[in-house]
């Protein structure tokens, strides 16, 4: 078996698979993974999009020819004849149930665009119409001027930032190229309240110009450290340590946007904060971890460990998972909030030999790679990418195409998180 693969993607769930996309290739890895409720889709550092599971409601990117159109194994998108992909350098990918967006920069313009395809379900593709079933990747439009009513599809001296996918919401942060100032996009179903503006469907990301007011604390002024939806809930983290909520979740007893009590996580500030579907997961700049669910907030120490990644599991177990500094993984049972460390052959039950001579390779020289968890419905993904000097993208060809553009200042950081890459 050939050991020294650039990346695995393994799946634990029932039947354990497992896939290598391009195994042939030096210099390739997967740098995200985003799973919805029926498909997966994975990002390469080289741009590419490959994509798995149901396609029922275009959320891999294709033209569904039947209802029950399914992508079996891996399925590179940017190859699909008069795909619109073909015309775009993929940065990042984002989604949640079944719709999906991707940030992108054009390879004939060098500028921010944002695509999507999958269930429209009142407007959170952000493709400006009423069709609740977006077939193709198309382009998202924004509003930028509320009051004048102006829909485009460029962003006019704004960066997007980051992007977050709920159950039917979709949320986004830019900043303004020059002042810095930041700024928040909302659109989609605006049930619960989980949007911070009026009106019960927002068929454009938005702009809502009141929510910088809204997250000063004391008159403090503060800014956006991080965003994070769930199925029906919107959340926001500052740079200050505060957590506000909206929408349908376990941490307030009302669904508007406002300040959870810092008295819930013994008054620490808030380093970030995840919502799945067995809970709420808040991480303390102290580096402890609260779980929320439909009855308490419990704390977990891992013993102050830096925690990268945090997720959880409907599987029997329905366990939480955490991924900290060295690779090491721990899991909480949800029935008595238990804590164990767990090797990689624990969690993935496999019966194929290779697999599980993989497995324990990749357990015996973790040193050797970078682990990501991210959580499906079903079970739990792992990725494991082989850590070398990867040489991450063509810089000459991305290069040209920012130099060719007036605004080049507004990528100059994207450039640098492709050589971080």
């Keep these: 078996m050939k050991k020294d693969l650039d990346f695995l993607l393994l799946i634990a769930r029932a039947k354990t698979k497992t896939y290598t996309l391009k195994e042939e290739e030096n210099n390739v890895k997967i740098v995200k993974t985003v799973v919805g409720s029926s498909h997966i889709v994975c990002l390469l550092n080289n741009g590419e999009i490959y994509v798995r599971g149901s396609n029922s409601w275009s959320q891999c990117g294709l033209n569904p020819t039947t209802k029950d159109c399914k992508v079996e194994g891996f399925l590179k998108v940017n190859e699909i004849e008069n795909n619109i992909l073909q015309s775009f350098f993929i940065v990042d990918v984002f989604t949640k149930c079944n719709y999906t967006i991707y940030l992108a920069i054009s390879k004939d313009s060098g500028k921010q665009m944002l695509l999507s395809s999958g269930w429209n379900n009142g407007g959170c593709c952000s493709c400006n119409n009423d069709d609740n079933h977006v077939k ?6 924004f509003k930028q001027f509320p009051i004048d009513n102006i829909i485009s599809k460029e962003l006019i001296d704004e960066r997007i930032v980051t992007i977050e996918c709920g159950g039917y919401h979709t949320h986004m942060i830019t900043e303004n190229i ?7 996009y909302q659109c989609g179903l605006n049930v619960h309240n989980i949007l911070t503006l009026d009106g019960n469907k927002i068929p454009v990301l938005t702009k809502s110009y009141k929510i910088m007011e809204s997250i000063k604390v004391n008159n403090k002024k503060d800014r956006i450290k991080q965003i994070c939806a769930g199925i029906d809930s919107f ?12 929408g349908k979740h376990t941490l307030t007893n009302s669904n508007s946007f406002q300040l959870v009590p810092q008295s819930l996580f013994n008054n620490e500030p808030i380093e970030s904060v995840s919502d799945h579907i067995l809970g709420v997961i808040v991480l303390s700049k102290l580096s402890f971890i609260y779980i929320a669910d439909d009855s308490s907030v419990k704390q977990i120490d891992l013993n102050r460990q830096k925690v990268l990644q945090m997720c959880s599991v409907v599987t029997k177990l329905s366990n939480f998972h955490f991924l900290t500094e060295g690779n090491r993984i721990y899991s909480v049972d949800r029935s008595n909030y238990t804590v164990c460390e767990n090797k990689l052959r624990d969690i993935i039950d496999t019966e194929k030999s290779n697999e599980r001579e993989l497995i324990k390779y990749i357990e015996e020289n973790k040193h050797n790679y970078e682990i990501q968890l991210f959580e499906e419905y079903i079970g739990l993904i792992i990725v494991a990418n082989r850590k070398k000097a990867f040489n991450l993208i063509d810089k000459k060809k991305f290069t040209d195409i920012i130099e060719n553009q007036e605004n080049k200042n507004m990528f100059c950081d994207i450039a640098l998180k492709f050589e971080d890459w």
Excluded: D, M, P
Aim: net charge negative; aromatic share 20%; proline share 0%.
């Design 178 to 184: 020059f002042t810095k100032e930041q700024f928040l």
């Design 136 to 141: 193709a990747i198309s382009q998202c439009f």
């Design 235 to 246: 959340y926001i983290v500052t740079e200050n340590g505060n957590l506000f909520s909206s």
